[in-house]
């Protein structure tokens, strides 16, 4: 089964760090570009990163400067490296995989999969 597996979320203190996991199955995740983004109560999901290896991460403004993304390619992982975490951190955060093939007479095919979420939660 073709699936991928979201971990490492919990509670923890406002100042305080995490690091969320991405473990895919059934794929090759250094053949995807994988995002992670995040729902807060109340809000439409928002990115935080895409990284694809070989390039550079881009991270949105949310993310920059506090979040780090890195990967094991032995284990099939994404992480995601998040410090000094604010209350306004607190959400369901999930990640995402896309890659792009073509048919032969160059029509694009994607193929993407997001993973259920893990919950992080700040207190203040």
């Known amino acids: 089964e073709v699936q991928l597996q979201a971990s490492g979320g919990g509670l923890v203190q406002a100042g305080g760090s995490l690091r969320l996991s991405c473990t895919a199955s059934?794929?090759?995740?250094?053949?995807?570009?994988v995002g992670w983004f995040r729902q807060a109560p109340g809000k439409e999901r928002e990115g935080l990163s895409c990284s694809t290896r070989g390039y550079t991460p881009d991270y949105t403004d949310s993310a920059k400067g506090r979040f780090t993304t890195s990967s094991d390619s032995a284990k099939n992982t994404v992480y995601l490296q998040m410090n000094n975490l604010k209350p306004e951190d607190t959400a369901v955060y999930y990640c995402?995989?896309?890659?792009?093939?073509?048919?032969?007479?160059?029509?694009?095919?994607?193929?993407?999969?997001w993973g259920q979420g893990t919950l992080v939660t700040v207190s203040s």
């Open positions: 059934g794929l090759i995740l250094d053949d995807y570009g």
């Open positions: 995402y995989a896309e890659t792009v093939s073509w048919l032969q007479d160059g029509t694009p095919v994607a193929e993407n999969l």
